[in-house]
DNA sequence: CCTAACATGTAAACTGTTACATGATTCC
DNA sequence: GGAATCATGTAACAGTTTACATGTTAGG
């Protein structure tokens, strides 16, 4: 595969894998990466627009897209498809099952683990926002990541939608939970503030 | 609160509060916060103890934590514990509900979002490898997180005993889902590579 | 007319990790 | 004697975000 490559194809960032999935799904532009990944998977692995369209450039140079210039009216616009070396380092990437890291930050949760130094009620107020947070995201799921899965399953790809049930069922168990963690702070109140 | 501070201590970087809330639960040196949040918040906020060190000093400047060296034999060693300040600044930031992020970076799931790329039996391995992940995981958490929030519990402090089950939940969801999600690529193949 | 969305790009700042660097002590 | 653990630190690098920068088009 592509012994052309400037760039060894063998470990690109993971915001590349990003572009050339969403490529391969679909997507033409910087801008409709951008927004596809905001709607579907923003809440495994964000992107911004400004890694976006450098990493373009350097993936066109590696051969992995090719992009012309598509202007919509005077608009201008760069339109980009994943090529068949693309799709290989894709497929590749896909079946490394060293790389699966999982790196979660949750500022909500950790705020939870010190709640000690808090008072009850406000722990109440942080347990009630935790929840509100967690319905927040099911909403954005349901209203913004369903549809745009959606859309995927239409043309063919059954994994956005298969995808989703992961995110739902993080967050409806957190919801469980909270209302768990309040109904259990009501009846088995802290003495004083450990 | 102290307005004889240097730094604002209005908005410190996330892992600074790692450190007091740490210092709170009983941590008393660098190495020390590195190993408890090792063994108890890794997943939901790492730290490097790269980190640990040089924000110590700030902190100390800061007047939030107070340090002395205190040395095990000849192995040098600096004790630190958490100022008045210290308290009342952590405490603000756990009320602040503002700042409540939820970031998540999970190159598995990503890869599964991607997978109508992959052929069918490798998208079974990808599942399978998920799994195992989650299972990994559930280990780690038994074997040190929940003694270390037992430690903690023994000291008064409930909550990183309260927390712990958040994470249990979700990859107990998660190890369900690919069963789910194995039996249904089983009974369901795809025809053909979307 | 003005706001939102479309569309692309860069520079500076910031955050975080890995590697480098050093040394003591304990346990096998 | 050697490995693991205790213990602290810095420098270089990699990765990411925010802000700056610019211009078009559609819709209310």
Redesign the interface.
């Known amino acids: 595969v592509a012994e052309h490559n400037q760039i060894e194809p063998a470990d690109l960032p993971?915001p590349a894998?990003?572009i050339l999935?969403m490529l391969?799904?679909g997507a033409r532009s910087g801008y409709d990466i951008k927004r596809i990944v905001d709607r579907?998977?923003r809440?495994?692995?964000?992107i911004s627009h400004a890694q976006i369209y450098p990493l373009l450039k350097q993936l066109e140079r590696a051969g992995l897209v090719r992009g012309r210039a598509e202007p919509r009216g005077k608009r201008r616009r760069r339109a980009y498809e994943i090529t068949k070396d693309g799709?290989a380092v894709?497929?590749r990437?896909?079946?490394d099952?060293e790389?699966?890291?999982?790196?979660?930050?949750?500022?909500?949760?950790?705020?939870?683990?010190?709640?000690?130094?808090?008072d009850e009620p406000?722990?109440v107020?942080?347990v009630r926002?935790?929840r509100r947070?967690s319905e927040r995201?099911l909403g954005e799921l349901r209203r913004e990541s369903l549809p745009a899965a959606a859309v995927a399953a239409a043309?063919?790809?059954?994994?956005?939608h298969?995808?989703l049930?992961?995110g739902t069922?993080?967050h409806e168990?957190?919801v469980e939970?909270c209302d768990t963690?309040e109904a259990?702070l009501r009846t088995r109140p802290?003495r004083t503030r450990?």
Chains 1, 2 share one sequence.
Do not use: C, N, Q
């Open positions: 993971i894998y990003v999935g391969r799904l579907s998977t809440y495994l692995s964000a799709e894709l497929r990437w896909l079946r099952e790389d699966l890291v999982l790196d979660v930050r949750d500022v909500g949760l950790l705020k939870l683990f010190f709640a000690d130094a808090l406000e722990v107020e942080l926002a935790l947070r995201i043309r063919g790809h059954r994994f956005p298969l995808t049930p992961f069922a993080m168990a957190w939970y963690l259990e802290a450990a």
